[in-house]
């Protein structure tokens, strides 16, 4: 249950004094609902208003504060019109506008021949000044004034600053004070104030920040930065229980020798491992030998060779006497993995199967009793493969490929349902920056494959406008006959995979006129039998040129596939271009990439190309992309399962995140429970961030 010290922050705003319906209805739809989303909601910045000139010497665009004698009020002829009201000093007079007014209001708030004190922006209306809505209004004459300096807090149509700013002050006074979950030495060294006090001083008028260069020492700083680490905690240490709980359940060392058969395959395989790959396989046996289970994602760049790293390390499993799972994105790719892992694990009998959502009847039975009967040693397949249904002799291994779309949650739920899988390896093609690994992936541990097989050469990356589409093609034209592939990638069409299937179509029988039946087409529309049919023409050479949606961004293997071309390049991701372009140059001709773009192209879009273009390391363009446009696209927190963040950002807050980690993974390394002298606090901290999958596992035990 919720620590009754959180209580009053879990009330609903409409408790506060002057939120009625029509003001919670507002804040409803900045997300607002309860006191707590007050407190969350932070100012973007701050307004100052100590500027207080004369008339006179007021400018056009400053916010500045006014004493004005109020002169004339000028109703506007019509409701359309503005109703003016005209004030000044001994200096000028200026307008005070107001647009759809409240006549009775108005002329209770500036009753001709009074003071008052405006604050709001100054604006140039003909050869007059004008205020329009003045921001503050205050009776100098009955001591009022108004603030000094004021935060600006993210606005919805309709609601007055004045009402959120009132609402979030009430808040604030409601803030408890809490026993604090930072470790001591922590916030000593990083000079963090406590939680009430942080949250007082980001929602302050701000008047205590220092100006000038000097803000190592300003104190909303520190502030926001203390409850930024607080969010990053919250989510670290979630994802540290989920990790600890997953690792207990089903834990077992397998018996697995990496000079056994593990040895006797990588002499027959046709090349020697890269250092990288020793190093991860080294990794992983010692997870599978080890007692509890393995969570380990593995990270490799395009064509770091992570399949070989599955084949070999698979190859110990089943020497061991277990079974290995690997589930792909898609039936294409489980098919395909399927024929290369026969052939790669024919020099040591390994027994192949793909099993997915397409065979049925008495196919699929036969192969589910094989797997049953343990016949089957490595089963390749979709999602499909966790299906209650389906029965393992002894599951040892599960891989699980190229799965950067699937969260934390699906991860969760998936190890659920292989409850006698003691081992899960995540290998994921999209090399995420280190730090949204951890925010993403932070209930596993990280391999990184950092090291391609020698020889390749960088695929050649050009970009160019559509206008040289024309150009393109007589291109193809003479690398077609001399026997090389090529990929021609649709543009996306604003996730409705009905019109990219139709322009992938139209293109398909533009360059069907050009290259008659050379051409394949395959996107997310055909059936499985007709992708598969259309890919397996291009691997074998009788088609030559291949017109494609994104399905064949993940691990689609031809050789000989030598060029790309990508229509509307800048409406991918970087990521994402990034994969495509790992599908040529795997052979041992060079590859070419080709980047249509649409003209004219923005600053961002510009930049992100030609970052594609004059790098071929993944990881750099990961944390490029990241920089550029921030994580949401790459892998932000919708696609990884994960809360959104409402006071961290990931790519600003490195140095908290990094450091929110390393305390999580201590804490629950060393107290899974949370009983510990920290832990009642720590658990306050859930609850606080709500992460109540966490807080469930907790109580579970
Ligand atoms: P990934 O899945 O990581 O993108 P793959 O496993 O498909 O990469 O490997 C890419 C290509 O490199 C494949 O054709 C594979 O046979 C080859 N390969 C893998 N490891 C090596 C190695 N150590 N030396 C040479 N080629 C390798
Ligand atoms: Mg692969």
């Known amino acids: 249950m919720r620590p009754e010290v959180l209580f009053p922050l879990f009330a609903p705003v409409n408790t506060l004094k002057g939120v009625g319906p029509r003001v919670a209805a507002l804040l409803e739809k900045l997300e607002v609902t309860r006191i707590l989303d007050l407190l969350w909601l932070l100012p973007h910045s701050h307004i100052d208003r100590s ?75 003909g050869d007059q000044f004008q205020m329009v809505h003045p921001e503050h209004v205050a009776d100098p004459d009955k001591g009022e004034d108004v603030p000094l300096r004021e935060p600006v807090y993210p606005l919805t149509a309709g609601l007055a600053p004045k009402s959120l700013r009132n609402a979030v002050v009430q808040a604030v006074e409601r803030a408890p004070e809490i026993s604090e979950w930072q470790d001591a030495a922590f916030r000593a060294k990083n000079r963090f104030p406590d939680w009430q006090s942080a949250l007082r001083t980001v929602h302050s008028d701000g008047a205590a920040a220092p100006v000038g260069a000097d803000t190592d020492g300003d104190p909303d700083l520190l502030a926001r930065r203390r409850l930024a680490y607080d969010e990053l905690l919250a989510n670290q240490l979630a994802l540290a229980l989920v990790r600890q709980r997953m690792r207990r359940q089903g834990g077992r060392g397998l018996a697995v020798h990496p000079d056994g058969r593990m040895t006797q395959l990588r002499a027959a395989l046709p090349w020697p491992l890269t250092g990288a790959q020793d190093r991860v396989i080294a990794e992983i046996i010692k997870d599978l030998q080890a007692p509890t289970r393995m969570l380990r994602l593995l990270q490799g760049d395009v064509g770091s060779g992570k399949t070989a790293v599955a084949l070999l390390v698979a190859t110990a499993v089943v020497e061991a006497g277990s079974q290995v799972a690997l589930m792909v994105p898609t039936e294409v790719l489980a098919r395909q993995h399927a024929r290369t892992l026969t052939e790669m694990g024919a020099a040591i009998g390994l027994r192949v199967e793909a099993l997915t959502g397409r065979d049925k009847g008495k196919a699929r039975t036969a192969i589910l009793q094989r797997l049953d009967a343990g016949e089957i040693d490595l089963v390749v397949g979709t999602h499909a493969l966790f299906q209650d249904a389906i029965r393992f002799r002894d599951l040892g291994l599960a891989i699980i490929d190229e799965q950067h779309r699937f969260g934390v949650h699906q991860r969760m739920l998936l190890s659920a349902k292989a409850r006698r899988t003691s081992d899960v390896l995540v290998m994921t093609a999209t090399p995420i920056p280190r730090t949204l690994a951890m925010t993403a992936y932070g209930d596993m541990d990280v391999s990184r494959l950092d090291e391609r097989p020698p020889g390749r050469k960088p695929v050649d990356t050009r970009v160019l406008p559509t206008d040289r589409a024309g150009a393109v093609v007589e291109r193809l034209r003479g690398l077609m006959g001399r026997g090389e592939r090529a990929y021609w990638i649709c543009p996306l069409v604003d996730d409705e995979s009905e019109s990219e299937a139709a322009a992938a179509e139209a293109r398909f029988r533009e360059l069907q006129q050009q290259f008659g039946d050379r051409v394949g087409l395959v996107h997310g529309r055909l059936k499985p039998e007709e992708k598969d049919a259309a890919l397996v023409a291009f691997a074998d050479g009788k088609t030559s040129l291949l017109v494609a949606t994104t399905v064949v961004e993940v691990g689609v293997d031809v050789p000989e596939a ?140």
């Open 51 to 125: 500027l207080r000139p004369n008339v006179e010497d007021a400018l056009p665009g400053e916010t500045v504060t006014l004493t004005l004698n109020i002169l004339e009020h000028q109703p506007g002829r019509t409701d359309r019109q503005p109703y003016r009201i005209f004030a000044g000093d001994e200096t000028g007079v200026i307008g005070l506008t107001f647009f759809r007014p409240r006549r009775d209001w108005l002329e209770r708030q500036f009753p001709p021949g009074e003071r008052r004190i405006v604050s709001g922006k100054l604006e140039r209306y």
């Open 562 to 701: 030598t060029v790309i071309v990508i229509e509307d390049a800048e409406r991918f991701g970087l990521a994402q271009l990034h994969q495509l372009r790992g599908r040529v140059g795997r052979g041992d001709r060079p590859g070419h990439c080709l980047l249509l773009y649409r003209p004219p192209l923005g600053e961002t879009a510009r930049k992100r190309l030609e970052v594609l273009r004059d790098t071929d390391d993944g990881f750099l363009i990961a944390e490029e992309d990241f920089r550029l446009r921030g994580g949401g696209d790459l892998l932000g927190t919708r696609q990884s399962g994960l809360p959104p963040m409402k006071l961290a950002r990931v790519e600003r807050d490195q140095d908290l995140l990094a450091a929110a980690h390393d305390d999580a993974r201590l804490i629950v390394n060393n107290d899974p429970e949370l009983q510990g002298k920290r832990g009642p606090d720590l658990r306050t901290l859930l609850y606080l961030f709500e992460r109540d999958a966490a807080i469930r596992y907790l109580k579970s035990g």
